[in-house]
């Protein structure tokens, strides 16, 4: 007697993969990526190394897997290598004579795996030379295509393998350099991109390419859900479809006072999709075949697919770990989640992880109920996604309510430390309606008990949620209402964090000079601080006077050298004064420290300004590149970009470049757009 057939009714897994990444055997059921695929496939061909990059669980193995390597083996004239792996490191260095490193060991092994035998001591170049040549009818060599999966293991070692780290980027890059046909995929998360970019020169002589993976567009993720239909007896009624997508888009904030906040997300989590899509599937009775909007309700519920996930993930965790279900349900439950409805986080510690070994984290993590982010060189852990929070309180409840346990109290009424620390969790997230709901209870809280510092500290959060949520009026008015207060008060400290939180809000609007104003009063009352002196130095810069922002950079690194802000800011105006050691040497010392993301762009592409300026046209190629594939439609990147084509002889370019810097949306600076209108001057009417 024969079972149902994969995609049958019948088939509890259904045409849908549940909550792992697809096989290249499955790629009939890979739905929603076909665009990126060829993105991918055409920039491997074309670019000697290229880098697939995206958040944890975005899917960048499955459409690996599923959608780039079945585009690969279909194609003509390549030669494709299995997919390379380094995972499963030993903690020390291979017992070989000599010495052997162990990333490079792990690699070959992948890449051999097809019965192919290597030498413990033979290098990648070695292994790839060795292979057997494959030639087209015309003698021409097959493009040699390799791909590394899950990167970032390379960079999750301890530091005491930082050597073996960099002869294993030494011996990619030799391969690279003598295997002219091998071209280079790699594949990695966000968080550790800015660990690979410090190897890109070390690792290729060429500019790496960047495709970056984000989450399945609305258009996309109704092809992901619809697509795997195709071939069964099963189908979507007109309409029901798109009823799901929105479903799997909306997320629903419940805060501490019990009131809620739906959001609707743009993009649609693939990992979301294929947990709700699995479990519809597998709780449809037997003979529907076409999927209305009363199935949907009764068996598409994204709270109940959430919960049969995470039920299962624990259950999984307990057999591995041998904690027991009561003791993982209450460390995910009190750890990852805030009384105030939030994500929380938990740092990952040499053996630990909020109390509990770290296998307990790995084992949830593999099964993505947590994911986990590098930041402040620490791994920090959280719920893989906001949708789960509801799921796994309801499901703990469950759990409790049947084994007896006793049900935690209830919350005690909303205080206003409570509430601020709510509003600054909302904004943590994104959650702005919440965020100003709680500021706004706090404020008020605080106003009738007379409490005037607390309540100008709310003012403070309310204004900095209007400014994060883009409001920039209202971020003015909450600042100036807390200045008045604080000025009351007395309170030096206070006032000057808020002008200058004030010279922010007026920065962003494009106001520099009243940005300056406030700026200045900062330094005035406190002259040692260094943020203020930061705020200043581009206020001032932004504003049209470079000589004064160096100066005033200057100041704020005498009383911190090691400023990475600081030293980006002072880098960037001596790039641009045409300083080129002196702005080369700041700003290597800026990417040495804790330079923030969001001012990478910036800095990187001044570098590409400095290093052309010194002849170093290679490696400002490969920062400028850089700076391109952080952000493709930075104006301040094509200005300067005009400005390195100009310092080559390149006219033409300088012009195309320096008028596409006009054109960026946010406009530039003023100070930017009087050198781009001055370079389009310069050049002659044939070049413009």
Not at 358 to 379: C, F, G, M, W
């Amino acid at each position: 007697m024969t079972g149902p057939t994969p995609g049958s009714p019948g088939d509890s897994h259904g045409p849908y993969i549940g909550p792992r990444p697809f096989r290249q055997s499955e790629a009939n059921r890979f739905f929603g990526r076909r665009l990126e695929a060829r993105d991918v496939m055409s920039l491997w061909l074309g670019d000697q190394v290229t880098v697939l990059h995206g958040a944890s669980a975005v899917g960048k193995t499955s459409l690996l897997q599923a959608g780039v390597l079945p585009l690969a083996s279909r194609r003509a004239g390549v030669d494709l290598l299995p997919v390379g792996s380094l995972n499963h490191q030993p903690a020390r260095p291979l017992a070989i004579q000599p010495p052997r490193n162990s990333f490079s060991h792990a690699l070959l092994g992948t890449w051999a795996q097809l019965g192919q035998l290597h030498a413990p001591d033979i290098s990648i170049a070695e292994f790839l030379a060795s292979r057997a040549r494959q030639v087209s009818r015309t003698g021409d060599p097959h493009y040699l295509l390799a791909v590394i999966d899950q990167f970032e293991m390379l960079f999750k070692t301890f530091p005491a393998r930082q050597a073996e780290r960099d002869g294993f980027i030494d011996e990619l890059g030799t391969a690279l350099r003598q295997v002219p046909a091998l071209k280079l995929l790699l594949v990695i998360s966000d968080d550790r991109l800015g660990a690979l970019g410090a190897y890109s020169g070390q690792l290729s002589d060429h500019a790496l390419s960047y495709v970056r993976l984000d989450r399945l567009s609305r258009d996309g993720a109704l092809d992901a859900v619809a697509g795997p239909l195709t071939g069964t007896e099963r189908r979507f009624d007109a309409g029901v479809g798109e009823e799901l997508i929105d479903r799997l888009r909306t997320v629903v904030y419940t805060d501490l006072a019990g009131e809620s906040a739906t959001i609707i997300e743009d993009r649609v989590e693939p990992l979301l999709l294929q947990i709700v899509c699995a479990e519809l599937w597998s709780s449809l009775p037997g003979g529907v075949q076409i999927i209305n909007s009363r199935d949907l309700r009764a068996f598409g519920g994204t709270d109940q697919a959430l919960t049969h996930f995470y039920d299962s993930a624990i259950q999984a965790a307990r057999l591995e770990t041998g904690h027991s279900e009561e003791q993982l349900r209450a460390w995910v439950e009190t750890t990852f989640i805030t009384e105030h409805g939030t994500r929380g986080t938990a740092c990952r510690g040499i053996l630990m992880t909020a109390g509990m070994p770290n296998e307990v984290a790995d084992a949830l993590e593999q099964r993505h109920v947590l994911t986990a982010e590098y930041r402040a060189r620490s791994i920090w852990l959280q719920l893989g996604q906001d949708a789960m929070i509801a799921p796994i309180r309801a499901a703990n409840r469950a759990w409790r309510a049947t084994h007896g346990r006793s049900v935690p109290q209830l919350p005690a009424p909303a205080t206003p430390v409570a509430l601020s620390a709510a509003a600054e969790a909302a904004l943590a997230e994104g959650n702005f309606p919440s965020a100003h709901r709680f500021a706004r209870a706090a404020a008020a809280n605080y106003r009738q008990a007379g409490d005037s510092r607390r309540m100008a500290y709310a003012l403070v959060l309310e204004g900095d949620i209007a400014r994060s949520e883009g409001d920039l009026n209202a971020a003015q008015q909450n600042l100036q209402a807390a200045l008045s207060e604080f000025a009351i008060l007395e309170d030096r400290n206070s006032t000057v964090r808020t002008l200058s939180a004030l010279a922010n809000v007026y920065f962003l609007d494009g106001d520099y000079q009243t940005a300056a104003d406030f700026d200045r009063q900062a330094v005035e009352r406190l002259p040692t601080d260094v943020q203020a002196l930061i705020g200043l130095g581009y206020a001032l810069w932004y504003g049209g006077s470079t000589a004064d922002a160096d100066a005033t950079f200057t100041q704020a690194l005498s009383w911190d050298g090691s400023s990475a802000s600081a030293l980006a800011g002072r880098g960037q105006v001596r790039a641009e004064m045409r300083e080129h050691a002196a702005a080369l040497a700041d700003l290597d010392s800026a990417f040495a420290g804790e330079l923030p993301p969001a001012e990478q762009i910036d800095a990187r592409s001044a570098r590409a300004l400095a290093l052309a300026g010194l002849s170093r046209d290679e490696e400002a190629d490969r920062d400028l590149a850089m700076a391109r594939a952080l952000d493709p439609g930075a104006g301040r990147t094509q200005r300067r970009a005009a400005r390195i084509a100009a310092l080559r002889g390149d006219r033409v370019l300088a012009a195309d470049q320096a008028r596409r810097a006009l054109q960026a949306s946010p406009p530039l600076p003023p100070w930017d757009e009087a050198d781009a209108r001055h370079l389009l001057e310069t050049l002659t009417p044939e070049d413009v």
